[in-house]
């Protein structure tokens, strides 16, 4: 059973460039929740999609943009890049039923990001 | 605005000896989480509480939940270098679906 996966695994951008990361849910599941983590940091929440609609946005500018597919796997754009931006990106996925989330969100690897 | 502290922020402990991680959260929660982050990699979870009065073990690690208090708490017992590590608390509000709030993190050290 093949868990939580995200690519690429690391990526070097400069400022002002475009980024997609990807991730694809542990089976089973339909929802998925990206996260940012900086050096030293607790993970914050960026957006969760469900149903191929944004559910649940946290306190990001709107240079972050997702999408889900029809099959639940999710992107995460960022534009614009700033320094700011560099960071461990960490996809986690679950199950909704019922409209109510399962117990327990599974993350992925995660995609670091450097923005020189 | 849900808001997760956790203390200590930084501990170093010896092989053998016991402590505890203390995680304060700030509404009432629908669920509490503990992961574990090794450097540089992904978050492994250890514990779901989900009621009141929940007590998980697991090896070394035993962790609980006080609703009325919102703490939860993270117990080592005889510590080894393997459990070196940083441990995050995070919790899910009632209205927040599967949002997860973390605390800061706790950067365990097990010095043998």
């Known amino acids: 059973d093949a868990g939580v996966t995200q690519s690429p695994t690391h990526l070097i951008k400069t400022r002002g460039q475009q980024v997609t990361l990807r991730c694809s849910p542990k089976s089973g599941h339909d929802t998925v929740s990206w996260y940012q983590q900086a050096l030293g940091q607790g993970p914050q929440f960026i957006f969760q999609y469900y149903e191929e609609e944004e559910r649940q946005r946290g306190n990001f500018p709107d240079r972050f943009s997702g999408h889900q597919f029809p099959n639940y796997s999710s992107e995460l754009n960022v534009n614009a890049l700033l320094l700011g931006d560099s960071a461990l990106y960490l996809c986690?996925?679950?199950?909704?039923?019922?409209?109510?989330?399962?117990?327990?969100?599974?993350f992925g690897p995660g995609t670091r990001l450097t923005v020189l | 605005e849900l808001k997760v502290e956790q203390n200590p922020l930084f501990l170093s402990m010896q092989e053998g000896k016991n402590y505890t991680i203390y995680c304060n959260y700030s509404t009432t929660s629908d669920r509490l989480y503990w992961y574990r982050q090794d450097p540089g990699k992904s978050l492994e979870s250890l514990f779901v509480l989900l009621s009141n009065g929940a007590v998980k073990q697991e090896g070394r690690l035993m962790a609980s939940l006080d609703t009325k208090a919102r703490l939860s708490t993270l117990h080592i017992t005889a510590a080894v270098h393997d459990l070196s590590a940083t441990y995050f608390c995070t919790e899910v509000g009632r209205a927040s679906g599967s949002r997860l709030t973390f605390g800061e993190g706790t950067q365990l050290t097990v010095n043998p």
């Open positions: 986690a996925s679950d199950s909704t039923s019922r409209g109510r989330s399962s117990d327990t969100q599974y």
